[in-house]
């Protein structure tokens, strides 16, 4: 496979980064405390904290990287499909990655508002500032991630009905070796 992409695949390093912030997101969010400040800075929480930082830390890296990468890189062309549904795939991307700004931005923000560094493995404590938005930006933070969370999920359900209703290659072009359905790869004969 490619490290760039096609007219009919992402490459290699954008299929890697995507796979790799789904990844790390999904895990902030498992390990993710929330609450009052007491609880999830407390002594008790702070490996949990520490990883959840320190993802939330990567993803916003990723995005960065994920953004420059795509400037240069070729992106597949849509597959046939209605108006409403190519713009509602448009919006969803690029909800995605707003969201994916956002939600670690608020989330260093707060902390650092909030009187709290942000902690990164490898890096140690990074701030904190003084200020008084830090609940506020932490609960935007919250709110933000479980948002994140919900439009994940439904731009993956519209990939698998893509893959398996429509039979096109929306799914296929990000997961590797995955075929396209309607190229009849991976069907068995009918007898």
Same mark, same amino acid.
């Given at each position: 496979? +490619?490290?760039? &992409?096609?007219? !009919? #695949?992402?490459? /290699?390093? *954008?299929? =890697?980064?995507?796979? %790799?912030?789904?990844?790390?997101?999904?895990?902030?969010?498992?390990? +993710?405390?929330? &609450?009052?400040? !007491? #609880?999830?800075? /407390?002594? *008790?929480? =702070?490996?949990?904290? %520490?990883?959840?930082?320190?993802?939330?830390?990567?993803?916003?890296?990723?995005?960065?990287?994920?953004?420059?990468?795509?400037?240069?890189?070729?992106?597949?062309?849509?597959?046939?499909?209605?108006?409403?549904?190519?713009?509602?795939?448009?919006?969803?991307?690029?909800?995605?990655?707003?969201?994916?700004?956002?939600?670690?931005?608020?989330?260093?923000?707060?902390?650092?508002?909030?009187?709290?560094?942000?902690?990164?493995?490898?890096?140690?404590?990074?701030?904190?500032?003084?200020?008084?938005?830090?609940?506020?930006?932490?609960?935007?933070?919250?709110?933000?991630?479980?948002?994140?969370?919900?439009?994940?999920?439904?731009?993956?359900?519209?990939?698998?009905?893509?893959?398996?209703?429509?039979?096109?290659?929306?799914?296929?072009?990000?997961?590797?070796?995955?075929?396209?359905?309607?190229?009849?790869?991976?069907?068995?004969?009918?007898?």
């Amino acid at each position: 496979m +490619s490290l760039s &992409g096609t007219a !009919t #695949r992402y490459g /290699s390093l *954008a299929q =890697a980064l995507h796979w %790799l912030t789904a990844l790390f997101v999904l895990i902030a969010f498992l390990v +993710s405390e929330g &609450g009052p400040p !007491t #609880r999830v800075y /407390s002594a *008790a929480n =702070a490996s949990t904290l %520490l990883l959840h930082e320190s993802l939330g830390f990567a993803v916003f890296w990723l995005l960065v990287i994920r953004l420059i990468w795509r400037l240069f890189d070729r992106i597949p062309d849509a597959p046939p499909m209605p108006g409403w549904m190519d713009l509602a795939s448009r919006a969803t991307h690029w909800a995605l990655y707003a969201l994916l700004f956002a939600v670690p931005a608020t989330a260093m923000l707060g902390a650092w508002f909030g009187g709290h560094p942000v902690t990164v493995y490898g890096l140690g404590a990074i701030g904190p500032f003084s200020g008084t938005w830090g609940t506020s930006l932490a609960e935007i933070h919250g709110t933000l991630g479980d948002i994140i969370l919900w439009l994940a999920g439904l731009h993956a359900a519209a990939a698998i009905y893509h893959h398996v209703i429509l039979r096109d290659r929306v799914l296929s072009q990000m997961v590797p070796g995955l075929p396209n359905p309607s190229s009849g790869l991976g069907r068995q004969a009918r007898p």
